[in-house]
């Protein structure tokens, strides 16, 4: 593939954009491990939903 006089450009910012793309899924991944921790917390403490059918 011959990408020219900017082929070290083009490759950096495929290189960023990976990096920040993997980034973000790693950072929802532990967001998403906490909030699930706080649930648990909440739900262990008797917390719930105000959707949550009444009973």
Do not use: C, N, T
């Not at 006089?5 to 491990?33: E, K, M, N, T």
């Amino acid at each position: 593939m011959d990408l020219g006089p900017h082929a070290s450009f083009i490759w950096s910012a495929y290189a960023i954009v990976v990096l920040v793309i993997g980034a973000l899924i790693a950072w929802l991944v532990v967001d998403g491990r906490e909030q699930e921790r706080r649930l648990v917390d909440l739900a262990a403490r008797g917390v719930k939903r105000r959707s949550a059918p009444r009973s």
